[in-house]
């Protein structure tokens, strides 16, 4: 497998892209989605993390996880944002 570069920034809109793409499907992307969120989370900028946080929290008031599995999947992935945010003295919204 090759690896390519990619600035934080540009990194921010793909993971806030790629949630917004998921949201609601009911298909493996939902896990992998989540799973990249997690672990590029570091690289992500505070606004990004409130972006997605905010997408999904929505999401989830108008029941739109998809079915249980991704809704854990997002959970899961709504979980650590908020952790890495309170860790860096941030109130996650």
């Not at 949201?23 to 900028?45: E, N, T």
């Amino acid at each position: 497998m090759s690896t390519a570069r990619i600035d934080s920034d540009r990194l921010g809109t793909l993971c806030v892209c790629a949630v917004r793409y998921a949201l609601g499907r009911q298909s493996y992307v939902v896990a992998d989605v989540a799973r990249i969120v997690i672990a590029y989370k570091r690289h992500l900028s505070g606004n990004d993390v409130a972006v997605v946080l905010r997408d999904v929290q929505e999401a989830e008031r108008i029941g739109g996880l998809g079915a249980e599995c991704d809704a854990r999947e997002w959970i899961r992935m709504v979980d650590e944002l908020e952790h890495m945010e309170r860790a860096a003295g941030r109130e996650p919204t």
